[in-house]
């Protein structure tokens, strides 16, 4: 897992804790949507979907820290909707640093030169920026043209002033081998982000696009050809060795969706991020209301064909911390 040194022990530690605490469900990290509001309709997404009633609202600064605190998760990534559109977003990343959190904001980033001027450069922080593609594959994703290029600038900018930054990128069924190496080529040896996080596209039932999600043997024929001749070594992802095994059909895991929770202006949602089967207001009912039993691939038909890193990445990380061969052989690949 190519993380910081002091943010890889900042998780072993905390996982540590939790073994010696002997509990069985606990969180990693969290997906914390203080809004739904985009200013873009990409096509593989469902949130701007919500009624316009909803689209409006945003969540407190005191609701969004108070959700962490009571979870506990040393890590957050702030998504939506665009986080930048929150007037508030800088000092809701502000407060969670200070209280010694892992955080990554998730933008696409049009707005960011814009607010870049709100944050400060800080180890724990970094923007998390959506890159789908090069150019004509990227601004396809989103639906508008121009995107790519504003995106890469805004990189470059936030590069110069300091900050760390790392891109998040979503494949479909559209995409090739060859499409996935360019855009891991560039992002690594010409964009030079910090890192990078993939995932196979997850059916959302909201989205625009229903006809493009990989299924498990696309997504396991796609990365395997991608990674091939040792590829997956040049390149800078934030993953564990053992994530991109599983992408590769080499590993299978069971899904551990409550290791990633996901608190919106609608609360705790029930299962995951990429489901919606209700909401409750606390974490502890999230934990003990939720059948954890009756998701994941094999349970659950919505889950079929997910191999998506917010079920199987917490799988694989403790799987990793959990073997002495494979902490190894992380910390030999970052």
Same mark, same amino acid.
């Given at each position: 897992?190519?993380?910081?040194?002091?943010?890889?022990?900042?998780?072993?530690?905390?996982?540590?804790?939790?073994?010696?605490?002997?509990?069985?469900?606990?969180?990693?990290?969290?997906?914390?949507?203080?809004?739904?509001?985009?200013?873009?309709?990409?096509?593989?997404?469902?949130?701007?979907?919500?009624?316009?009633?909803?689209?409006?609202?945003?969540?407190?600064?005191?609701?969004?820290?108070?959700?962490?605190?009571?979870?506990?998760?040393?890590?957050?990534?702030?998504?939506?909707?665009?986080?930048?559109?929150?007037?508030?977003?800088?000092?809701?990343?502000?407060?969670?640093?200070?209280?010694?959190?892992?955080?990554?904001?998730?933008?696409?980033?049009?707005?960011?030169?814009?607010?870049?001027?709100?944050?400060?450069?800080?180890?724990?922080?970094?923007?998390?920026?959506?890159?789908?593609?090069?150019?004509?594959?990227?601004?396809?994703?989103?639906?508008?043209?121009?995107?790519?290029?504003?995106?890469?600038?805004?990189?470059?900018?936030?590069?110069?002033?300091?900050?760390?930054?790392?891109? +998040?990128?979503?494949?479909?069924?559209?995409?090739? $081998?060859?499409? /996935?190496?360019?855009? =891991?080529?560039? *992002?690594?040896?010409? %964009?030079?982000?910090?890192?990078?996080?993939?995932?196979?596209?997850?059916?959302?039932?909201?989205?625009?696009?229903?006809?493009?999600?990989?299924?498990?043997?696309?997504?396991?024929?796609?990365?395997?050809?991608?990674?091939?001749?040792?590829?997956?070594?040049?390149?800078?992802?934030?993953?564990?060795?053992?994530?991109?095994?599983?992408?590769?059909?080499?590993?299978?895991?069971?899904?551990?969706?409550?290791?990633?929770?996901?608190?919106?202006?609608?609360?705790?949602?029930?299962?995951?991020?990429?489901?919606?089967?209700?909401?409750?207001?606390?974490?502890?009912?999230?934990?003990?209301?939720?059948?954890?039993?009756?998701?994941?691939?094999?349970?659950?038909?919505?889950?079929? +064909?997910?191999?998506?890193?917010?079920?199987?990445? $917490?799988?694989? /990380?403790?799987?990793? =911390?959990?073997? *002495?061969?494979?902490? %190894?052989?992380?910390?030999?690949?970052?």
């Amino acid at each position: 897992m190519d993380m910081p040194w002091h943010q890889t022990l900042r998780l072993g530690t905390y996982l540590f804790k939790q073994k010696m605490l002997r509990r069985e469900k606990y969180p990693i990290i969290v997906e914390l949507e203080p809004l739904f509001a985009c200013n873009l309709a990409c096509a593989g997404c469902g949130k701007i979907a919500h009624p316009a009633s909803v689209l409006k609202q945003r969540m407190p600064v005191e609701q969004a820290v108070g959700a962490i605190d009571e979870c506990g998760a040393p890590m957050v990534s702030i998504a939506g909707g665009e986080p930048l559109m929150h007037k508030q977003i800088d000092e809701i990343v502000q407060r969670l640093l200070d209280k010694k959190k892992i955080v990554f904001l998730c933008t696409n980033a049009v707005l960011l030169p814009k607010h870049l001027h709100r944050f400060t450069p800080h180890r724990n922080f970094a923007f998390m920026v959506h890159i789908d593609g090069l150019r004509e594959r990227h601004d396809a994703s989103v639906s508008k043209e121009g995107v790519f290029d504003q995106a890469v600038d805004a990189i470059k900018q936030a590069q110069a002033a300091g900050f760390r930054v790392m891109t +998040n990128t979503t494949f479909f069924d559209t995409d090739t $081998p060859q499409d /996935v190496i360019d855009v =891991l080529d560039f *992002l690594n040896d010409d %964009l030079k982000v910090d890192n990078m996080q993939i995932s196979p596209g997850f059916a959302y039932e909201k989205a625009p696009d229903q006809e493009h999600w990989l299924g498990v043997e696309q997504t396991r024929e796609l990365f395997r050809k991608s990674f091939a001749d040792g590829r997956r070594k040049k390149w800078r992802l934030n993953h564990s060795p053992l994530f991109l095994d599983f992408l590769e059909g080499k590993r299978d895991f069971d899904c551990t969706a409550w290791a990633v929770p996901s608190y919106s202006i609608k609360g705790w949602q029930k299962p995951c991020y990429l489901l919606e089967d209700g909401y409750v207001d606390t974490y502890r009912e999230l934990i003990d209301d939720t059948d954890w039993d009756a998701y994941g691939r094999g349970k659950d038909d919505r889950c079929s +064909n997910c191999m998506a890193h917010c079920g199987y990445e $917490p799988t694989a /990380v403790v799987a990793t =911390l959990g073997s *002495l061969r494979e902490t %190894l052989r992380a910390a030999v690949s970052s």
